[in-house]
């Protein structure tokens, strides 16, 4: 059961995500009228992703104390293709948004001049899937910190009954 909470939690969490990433992020050209119109959306996405993010820590945890590092080339085959993707995705993104809007929020040339780094034009920098991976791959990882022995012996347990 807990598996299917976090795959609704994380489904929940991805196209909120993608939502405010395609529907909330302003095109340079157009000025800004209202201020960040994805507050509302960004504050319902909240609890869905303290949701999502909590139960991946407890997958994690769980996975980490069941499984003991099993496979770890695998599992550092996986961790560092995900890094390789979200990482260089972001900046690429970012740099592209930089170049498109002429430059960053101290740039006097730049359309986001003085509105700080999360404005209207740059939600897609904080919600796109490469956020939502990296944040997840983190909370995952966190879970080997967390993991607990008792998982482990009650795994043992089950298999011998």
Request: aromatic residues 18%.
């Amino acid at each position: 059961m807990r598996n299917l909470a976090w795959y609704i939690s994380l489904a929940i969490t991805f196209f909120g995500f993608i939502i405010i990433e395609f529907y909330f992020t302003q095109d340079p050209t157009k000025s800004d009228v209202n201020g960040n119109e994805a507050f509302i959306p960004i504050v319902i996405l909240i609890p869905f992703l303290l949701l999502s993010i909590f139960i991946t820590w407890s997958v994690g945890r769980k996975y980490f104390a069941i499984k003991p590092l099993k496979r770890p080339l695998l599992l550092l085959f996986i961790i560092a293709l995900i890094l390789l993707v979200s990482i260089s995705g972001e900046y690429q993104l970012v740099q592209n948004s930089l170049k498109a809007l002429h430059g960053n929020w101290n740039d006097t040339d730049s359309v986001i001049y003085q509105k700080g780094p999360f404005n209207f034009y740059t939600n897609s920098w904080y919600f796109n899937e490469n956020m939502f991976l990296l944040i997840h791959l983190f909370v995952f990882i966190c879970g080997f910190f967390g993991r607990k022995g008792e998982w482990q012996l009650d795994n043992e347990e089950e298999i011998q009954n």
